[in-house]
């Protein structure tokens, strides 16, 4: 492909702005930041009409993080990043692309990611911000990997982050106790030997009303906010992305006991509890259960998960994570990768 290239256009590989350097891309570095304060279920339910011991049983979640305003979605991606790139070992003069996923950024222009690599000093960095709701980190980590094995980028710097509390209504029943806000980062370079193993996504648009908001932003005023059917979300997670979650272990060549860790999006306790039963993993493989402290954080919660995973010390630089993320539309995108 290279000579047909050269020959069409004249462009040698070795001209272009990042020459292949490695065959393999990797996650060098992961960082998040959590909102200072926490609101455990006692004090969520002062505006809900629950009580604390159905939301924990209903989802697991005891606690959950939510931002102030001066805890903007650029603030909390920027402190996550500065910390992913200090653990990746470069500076953001070094990063040729900054990708955040977001469900939550209100203020479209100029881009949430550009305004990002400004704050970072990433000033040579091209930018962009994707939004596939709890599915989008995952989704473009996969296009991060995709873009450093094919060598169009070097070191690229992966966000989700979601401020969720600027959406949910305090008073939804059905979801109010659900959601948090938070933002998690890694930043992907290359590497000698495989990182990521085949990504694994799909969107299924028979369910695209499953998730969805109340009215536009533009409408006469009226605040949109989140809506979800829970029910029917649970049972497609049973039925198409927990299958999917096997498929993404075949596909990486890698046996269920051979998982260091599973990092599911964290949407409810007993979702990832069913799908780690039908993947069979044992009690060697650790299980993120971050949902139970921080709560849905929908874009920011694989990452969040995953840095919370490292913190505790029960995996190794080395290990292998399958790390799935499934939201509204209804899509799921996960992969195998190798922990930093």
């Known amino acids: 492909m290279e000579k047909a290239l050269t020959r069409r256009t004249g462009i040698k590989v070795s001209d272009t702005p990042h020459p292949r350097t490695s065959s393999y891309g990797r996650i060098l570095g992961v960082g998040s930041y959590r909102p200072r304060a926490v609101i455990d279920n006692a004090e969520l339910c002062r505006t ?7 939301i924990e049983t209903r989802s697991g979640i005891r606690e959950r993080r939510f931002a102030a305003p001066d805890e903007t979605l650029e603030h909390m991606a920027v402190a996550a990043s500065g910390k992913a790139l200090a653990q990746a070992g470069i500076g953001p003069e070094d990063l040729d692309f900054v990708l955040i996923a977001t469900m939550t950024n209100l203020l479209h222009a100029p881009p ?3 305004r990002i690599a400004r704050s970072l000093g990433a000033d040579r960095a091209a930018a962009l911000d994707t939004s596939a709701a709890c599915s989008g980190f995952c989704h473009t980590l996969a296009i991060a990997s995709d873009m450093v094995s094919a060598g169009s980028a070097r070191h690229v710097l992966v966000i989700g982050a979601d401020r969720m509390t600027d959406i949910v209504q305090r008073t939804d029943r059905g979801s109010a106790f659900l959601f948090a806000d938070g933002a998690g980062a890694v930043v992907v370079g290359p590497s000698d030997e495989p990182g990521f193993g085949p990504v694994v996504r799909r969107t299924d648009s028979r369910y695209v009303d499953s998730v969805w908001m109340t009215a536009p932003w533009a409408e006469g005023g009226e605040h949109p906010w989140l809506r979800i059917d829970g029910r029917r979300i649970f049972r497609w997670a049973m039925d198409e992305v927990a299958p999917a979650a096997e498929e993404m272990l075949r596909v990486a060549g890698v046996a269920p006991d051979q998982l260091g860790t599973f990092v599911p999006h964290q949407a409810n306790v007993r979702m990832i509890e069913l799908m780690a039963d039908r993947l069979g993993l044992g009690p060697e493989t650790v ?12 874009a920011a919660s694989v990452p969040l998960a995953l840095d919370a995973v490292l913190a505790e010390g029960r995996v190794s630089r080395g290990d292998t994570a399958l790390l799935i993320g499934f939201g509204a539309g209804l899509s799921f995108a996960g992969q195998v990768v190798v922990l930093p």
């Open 287 to 298: 299980v993120a259960r971050d949902v139970v402290h921080t709560g849905n954080t929908s």
């Open 48 to 54: 809900l009409d629950s009580t604390p011991e159905w």
């Open 112 to 114: 949430l990611s550009a």
